[in-house]
């Protein structure tokens, strides 16, 4: 299966690690009851471990649930797109991606 062709959690990690509380990740899990779904729940694990605002969702196949999840990801997508633009000029914010943060969960 494609979730054993690498360490998506890994990536995730290292994206998160640079954008922090700026990134939003929303994992949408479609497949019949009994699918594993580990893949993108550690994804999401990860990514909120750096402060990243994520989420994973394993809706039944109808539209009401398809809907939900659709509206939750386009609020997800607005408020990134808000965090990551200056509302007085409508210019993107400058962001140092040099920077590495540390995970949340760190000792």
């Known amino acids: 299966k494609p979730s054993d062709q690498g360490e998506f959690a890994e990536k995730m ?9 700026r990134l939003s990740v929303a ?7 009994g699918e594993d779904f580990s ?5 999401v694990d990860e990514a909120t471990s ?14 009401d649930s398809l809907s939900n999840i659709i509206t939750n990801l386009a609020s997800s997508l607005t408020a990134s797109k808000t965090e990551m633009t200056n509302m007085e000029t409508g210019a ?3 962001v140092r991606m040099d920077i590495i943060r540390e995970r949340i969960d760190a000792s």
């Open 92 to 94: 993107p914010k400058k």
């Open 39 to 43: 893949t993108l729940d550690e994804m």
């Open 13 to 21: 990690g290292s994206v998160a690690s640079k954008s922090g509380r």
């Open 27 to 33: 994992c949408i899990g479609m497949a019949e009851d």
């Open 50 to 63: 750096y402060g990243a605002i994520a989420s994973f969702s394993k809706p039944s196949l109808d539209a």
